[in-house]
Structure formats: C-alpha cells, structure tokens
C-alpha cells in the first residue's frame, strides 16, 4: 500500500478544495491549482483535511497514481497559501542578471545578452548574484530554474556558470605542467 497516500493533508485557512468527478481544486490567496484525480481514486473534505482513498491496491499502478495524485494535491495547497521559491546563483567574472519588464536578461560570457521571457503567473527578483523565482505552481518554478541553468551550467574547471543556490559542483583537478 502506498504510505504517502495514506496520509491525510490538512488545509490552512483561506484555502478552499474543490472536488469535481475528474479533478481537484485548489483556491487560495496567491492563486488557484487544479490537479486531476485519477480513475480509482476518491476524495474527500472533512474538518479542515482532505483525504484520498484507492479502490484498487493490487494493482502496481493504481498504488503509484495513489501516491502521486496526494503529492500533487499537497504541492498545490502549499503552493496556494505560500508559494515556492527557487534562488539560482550565478558564479563567474562578469556574470549578471536584471528584470526587465517582462524579460530576464543574462549577461553570461557571451557575445551577446541572453532574454528569457518571464511566464504569466512567476515572479523574478534579482539581487547582486541571486535569482530567486517566485511562483506558485511548484513544477513550472522548477522547469524555468532549469531552463535558465541550462543557458549556462556550471563547468567543473572553474566552476562559473549558473547553478541551484546550494548545490554542490564536484571540480576536477586542471592540467598539469
């Protein structure tokens, strides 16, 4: 049986959960999440929690989408009365970053200026060498940190590049004479 589903999640206050037959919404101060609720599972709202039950748990799928569908649900109530943050960190002589309007723009070391274009939804602060991205889907904060990681990850010589705060790049010892 699957032991994340099993646990019930509570639901802070001035957050509402909507049960339909194929999804579950999510109403909170920073925003509104849907996430689908998979055949062969049933919810249900009493006193402030929200509980999922399986029909089937025989069956190895069914015990899979269980777990998932009461992390989704748990991600999306987080992320409706907090929000997530992912900080990346830019590491290199001549390496920024500013917000303008709705664009990013990064200065990487190449011969040109990279744009990326702010999401509807996210929010980006820069300070000095940080960029914290704001938003309240836990999944799209994630996929825009890493797409803005990938411009240009962190090389193991010297370790510039653009990398999650906090994360450790393993250097390899350079050439020697």
């Keep these: 049986m699957s032991r994340v589903g099993k646990k019930s999640i509570s639901i802070p206050s001035g957050v509402n959960v909507t049960i339909s037959a194929t999804d579950l919404s999510v109403k909170g101060p920073k925003g509104e999440l849907s996430s689908p609720l998979?055949?062969?599972?049933?919810?249900?709202?009493?006193?402030n929690e929200v509980s999922l039950q399986c029909d089937n748990l025989t069956s190895k799928s069914s015990k899979a989408n269980y777990g998932m569908a009461r992390a989704?649900?748990?991600?999306?109530?987080?992320?409706?009365?907090?929000?997530?943050?992912?900080?990346?960190?830019?590491?290199?002589?001549?390496?920024?970053?500013?917000?303008?309007?709705?664009?990013l723009n990064l200065s990487l070391g190449f011969s040109h200026p990279v744009e990326y274009p702010v999401p509807q939804g996210i929010e980006i602060k820069v300070d000095k060498s940080l960029i914290h991205i704001h938003g309240v889907d836990k999944q799209t904060v994630g996929q825009i940190a890493s797409e803005i990681r990938a411009f240009r990850p962190p090389e193991p010589y010297k370790g510039k590049g653009v990398r999650y705060q906090n994360e450790r790049v393993i250097m390899k010892e350079g050439k020697k004479s």
């Design 38 to 47: 998979f055949p062969g599972i049933t919810a249900s709202v009493a006193e």
């Design 72 to 103: 989704l649900l748990a991600n999306n109530i987080l992320g409706v009365s907090c929000g997530f943050t992912r900080t990346l960190e830019l590491r290199g002589v001549g390496y920024r970053a500013q917000v303008q309007g709705s664009k």
